[in-house]
């Protein structure tokens, strides 16, 4: 056994992951591009971008470069009373790109921190305006996060079961499709007719942990509208749709209405160093523009904009709006609609579905979609065996690569996932 494995073993306590029972973790000593290097010398393809962080490949000589030069000019500074050129910078970049109307940055450490902040924001707007508003809306099988506010706008389940008694109330719509619609929107309209609706948050056309659920953007459009309609604020919580994950820059660029606030980590920096951006609209800093102290956002966590990590975010943002990585999201979208049609009437697929570099397909199982169904223990070794790193969602494998990806290496993940498919009976 190797001395990282050892020590693992002895004192590291892995997320998601029971203590006993399962598989020993790989040592990776290594990563470039779309690969990951275990100890051993296997080399792994990373299908998954490693839980969807990493968008143009790993050890990315421009974000090293960055990261290098920043970390030996100004390793951090407190972000309270000074500031600095990242991320003034990285702010102004992130405004230019955002949905129409956002124009304030916060910053923050990873995903759960930034829409954690766009709660506090959002009922701190009304508590400043000195309106009686608290009720938040969210839609059932939604992820936001693990801190607690995050957790009580996500969905009710064994994740979060032991919290349950201290997670705040939270009304919770249908999960919508095409059938549900009017049951949607019923229920949303009486909800917003109580005028108590601080917020709606929402993950924009593809919620993620609960399968790689795609919906329809028509009927969030009509959410959008009647929340708006009613004077609630909209959050659109892009952690993983963001940075050009659907297509687009942003997913809610595909919605007739932009949010009111918008959270953004994951990509942020390439997948190189945690950052959390909770971005507002000018209407909601209105509410805390006052010297009156008890109007203030008191927020901030000791990392808050630190210098290293928003220099690989310039430099991760810098790659994404050049024409080649619009080009390569553009040629994955391809590949992933193209190979998508040639297994949509498999007798083992219940659905597959594309949206930009998202390729979700859901095994039919016979017991419906679950995250805790069996295959999940089959897929994901089965995959790693081939030397392709696709980590499932219970019975859904989705495929959300780094977009250096090549043709090559797309093509070689549909044939393994073509070859699991045969194996199933």
Avoid at 159 to 167: H, K
Avoid at 272 to 293: K, N, Y
Avoid at 309 to 338: G, M, P, W, Y
Wanted: negative net charge; glycine residues 6%.
């Amino acid at each position: 056994m190797s001395t990282i494995l050892d020590n693992d073993k002895e004192y590291i306590w892995h997320p998601f992951t029971p203590l006993k029972g399962m598989p020993d973790p790989l040592p990776i000593v290594k990563a470039e591009g779309a690969y990951l290097y275990t100890e051993s010398g296997q080399k792994i393809l990373d299908a998954v971008s490693s839980w969807w962080v990493n968008l143009h490949g790993h050890a990315h000589p421009n974000i090293v470069k960055a990261i290098a030069e920043q970390a030996a000019t100004l390793e951090h500074v407190i972000f309270a009373g000074f500031t600095h050129k990242p991320a003034t910078e990285l702010a102004k970049k992130l405004v230019s790109i955002f949905p129409e109307g956002i124009k304030k940055v916060f910053y923050s450490d990873n995903g759960s921190t930034s829409v954690e902040v766009a709660l506090k924001m959002a009922i701190q707007y009304w508590f400043n305006k000195g309106i009686e508003k608290k009720r938040i809306i969210a839609f059932e099988g939604a992820y936001h996060g693990d801190t607690f506010g995050s957790m009580s706008v996500g969905d009710r389940s064994v994740f979060s079961m032991p919290f349950q008694p201290y997670l705040f109330e939270v009304t919770f719509l249908p999960f919508p499709t095409i059938d549900n619609r009017e049951e949607v929107i019923n229920l949303l309209s009486q909800t917003l007719e109580k005028g108590d609706v601080a917020a709606c948050i929402y993950e924009p056309l593809v919620q993620g942990a609960s399968g790689m659920r795609i919906y329809p953007q028509e009927i969030l459009d009509e959410v959008i509208h009647l929340a708006k309609q009613h004077q609630a604020l909209c959050i659109a919580d892009e952690v993983m749709t963001g940075f050009g994950r659907t297509g687009k820059l942003f997913a809610s660029e595909y919605l007739s209405l932009p949010p009111d606030i918008i959270c953004v980590s994951k990509g942020i920096t390439g997948g190189f160093l945690p950052l959390g951006v909770t971005a507002c609209s000018v209407e909601i800093i209105h509410a805390f523009d006052t010297a009156d102290t008890l109007k203030t956002f008191y927020h901030g966590h000791s990392y808050t904009a630190n210098p290293i990590a928003c220099a690989a975010a310039l430099a991760s943002f810098d790659l994404l709006v050049s024409e080649e990585t619009q080009s390569k999201i553009q040629e994955i979208a391809d590949s992933h609609r193209n190979w998508a049609e040639t297994v949509k009437n498999h007798p083992k697929v219940v659905k597959v579905e594309c949206l930009g570099t998202i390729l979700v397909i859901e095994i039919n199982t016979g017991e419906g979609s679950s995250y805790f169904s069996e295959i999940r223990t089959k897929i994901y070794p089965y995959f790693l065996s081939k030397n392709i790193l696709l980590r499932p969602l219970g019975n859904t494998i989705y495929c959300m690569p780094p977009y250096c990806i090549t043709k090559e290496e797309l093509n070689t993940i549909y044939s393994e996932i073509n070859a699991f498919l045969a194996t199933l009976h």
